[in-house]
């Protein structure tokens, strides 16, 4: 009897049950690193954001004029302070606004949620194009690498407009990635119009910013790539009209109801006027942003570089073509920007999500590259990328120490030792992916202690302006209050922790006669040190035959005070009091 035949170790069947299995697991850790990142990159955005203080000046700024527009039921005219406020058309507050109107009343967690809407709606238009250009996992690392950066995080915690636009000009590249990918000439006309759309609200929250950001990433892009033919697709008739249709709304009420006055602060002012001036506390030479980008972006900006040149090399490629379009729009905001004489850290935020990409690809590029070059660039990224987000982790717990929460700190030191333990044996076994997952939480971690209570309640303690402003409204009582060279701080606050407009009256003169008719009104101002009424309102009260008298006083800062004026008669009991 012949013995049985051994089974062969290449049998093909074996081999493709061994292939499946291999398949079914790696889909299996990718679908686990995309989760964990996703979930790390939403948690970021929502952490921290109950029971937190609006701070001065943008906070209560933006939360004002949102409370000034639901109660005027003024949606064309931004008012502040009870003055036109014609910085940036009304699209952002105009949705706080009708946030408001849906609990009912002005409130802290209504402004707050609109803020976090968008941030959450960038990172899901960052994960739908990092899907469609660069896959499942890769759209998992892009909005990781977005939500960690030092300004995304920061601003997603203040109710600013600048989160609803990088919102609408995210959309708009997702839209303009699926015109310039798709086939036919009529799905190119359609994303393309919807683009233009995005575009057209991005106009409605902060002017001609971010379609002249994301027009400037458009040339670039089209001319490198030598794409000008889909310029015809890009401005077609459609498109213009996608456009125009959200501006229109507002911009035609707007020239019909405003003055010329107003029309022009708008148009000339602060939309043309400040990419040639700007407030002099934000005006900067070109290179402000070279040396500010480090800061703003990090931790994820040591990537970009590398990114950014192997985008150019491999241009010509069909691998990278999302690589290349990623770094033009970046690029061409990023000359705009350094541009424009007005410069501050939050302009850089709508060019985020296209760095952010950027680095999404180049990782995934260098992952599939065999070559010995890939192979050092993947060790050397994973060493100085949980190295540095092993410091900023370290940092954080000793703020938290520092600031009081030694409880807290001790259980996160021991929670960071276990995870730079987990990071050097990952490393180590040179498991880049997991590696780089660790990394991502280290970096959440440590931007977690950050909104946590003993260092957020240090910011608010520090910067909040809500104690003293409650003193002084206290002593106003029902009184008519009036604001004298307030900052957006104290405009913002006099009104919005009031629920009543607190009138800016720039005219001292204007306000004596106003005082002087009133004898319940007051004048809120701040005084600077050890320093007297201010002169120009004390030289009005003289020539009204009228003496003011400090009604209230309340620290804001170790130099300023928070003072309330009413006026009395000159010679009157009270006057010979004080």
């Not at 809407?117 to 899907?131: D, E, S």
């Not at 970046?330 to 000359?335: I, M, N, Q, S």
């Not at 850089?348 to 760095?355: A, G, R, S, V, Y």
């Not at 909104?451 to 029902?478: T, Y």
Request: proline share 5%; glycine share 8%; net charge positive.
């Amino acid at each position: 009897m012949l013995a049985a035949a051994p089974i062969s170790n290449h049998d093909p069947r074996t081999t493709k049950r061994n292939l499946a299995t291999f398949a079914e697991a790696t889909a299996r850790a990718s679908a686990l690193r995309t989760t964990c990142l996703a979930f790390l990159a939403v948690a970021l955005v929502l952490w921290g954001q109950l029971g937190r203080e609006l701070l001065p000046p943008d906070d209560l700024r933006e939360a004002e004029v949102a409370r000034e527009m639901w109660q005027g039921r003024d949606f064309v005219v931004p008012h502040f302070a009870g003055q036109p406020f014609l910085e940036k058309p009304p699209g952002f507050p105009a949705v706080v606004a009708v946030a408001y109107g849906l609990v009912g009343r002005p409130s802290v967690a209504a402004a707050r949620a609109v803020s976090v809407g968008f941030a959450l709606a960038t990172l899901l238009a960052v994960f739908l194009i990092a899907r469609r250009a660069l896959g499942i996992e890769a759209a998992g690392w892009a909005v990781a690498l977005l939500a960690v950066s030092a300004r995304f995080v920061r601003t997603a915690h203040e109710v600013l407009l600048d989160n609803a636009l990088v919102a609408t000009t995210a959309f708009a590249l997702l839209f303009l990635w699926i015109a310039l990918d798709a086939a036919s000439p009529g799905g190119k006309r359609r994303a393309s119009a919807a683009c233009a759309f995005c575009l057209g609200l991005s106009f409605l929250v902060k002017g001609f910013v971010g379609p002249a950001l994301f027009g400037a990433g458009i040339v670039t892009y089209l001319l490198g790539s030598g794409r000008s033919s889909e310029w015809r697709h890009v401005w077609s008739v459609t498109s213009m009209l996608s456009f125009l249709a959200p501006v229109l709304v507002w911009l035609v009420p707007f020239l019909q109801q405003g003055t010329p006055i107003e029309i022009r602060t708008f148009l000339v002012d602060n939309q043309f006027g400040r990419f040639w001036s700007g407030f002099e506390s934000h005006v900067h030479a070109p290179s402000f942003y070279v040396g500010l980008i480090w800061c703003e972006f990090a931790p994820t900006i040591l990537l970009v570089p590398l990114a950014a040149v192997a985008a150019w090399r491999e241009r010509r490629s069909e691998s990278g073509r999302a690589g290349f379009f990623f770094s033009c729009m970046g690029a061409g905001a990023f000359v705009l920007l350094s541009l424009s004489a007005a410069k501050d850290g939050v302009y850089l935020l709508p060019m985020f999500p296209t760095l952010a990409l950027l680095v999404a690809w180049f990782g995934k590029r260098r992952l599939e590259t065999p070559d010995a070059w890939a192979a050092l660039t993947i060790r050397l990224v994973m060493r100085i990328g949980a190295f540095v987000s092993v410091v900023i982790a370290g940092v954080a717990v000793g703020a938290t120490f520092v600031r009081g929460g030694r409880g807290l700190a001790v259980v996160s030191a021991a929670f960071l030792v276990g995870l730079i333990a987990l990071l050097v044996c990952l490393v180590r076994g040179g498991r880049c992916r997991s590696a780089g997952v660790a990394t991502v939480a280290t970096c959440a971690f440590a931007w977690m202690l950050w909104f946590a209570p003993p260092i957020a309640g240090w910011e608010s303690e520090r910067r909040s302006i809500r104690a003293p402003m409650e003193v002084a409204l206290q002593a106003a009582g029902n009184g008519e209050v009036l604001l004298y060279a307030p900052n957006d701080g104290l405009r913002g606050a006099a009104s919005f922790y009031r629920n009543r407009t607190a009138i800016e009256m720039p005219d001292p003169c204007a306000i004596i006669e106003r005082l002087a008719a009133d004898p319940n009104a007051v004048v809120l101002t701040f005084r600077v040190g050890d320093e007297e009424i201010p002169a120009a309102l004390r030289c009005a009260a003289v020539k009204r035959h009228v003496a003011l008298i400090e009604k209230a006083s309340a620290p804001y800062s170790d130099s300023k005070r928070i003072t309330l004026l009413r006026a009395v008669a000159k010679g009157s009991r009270e006057d010979e009091q004080q």
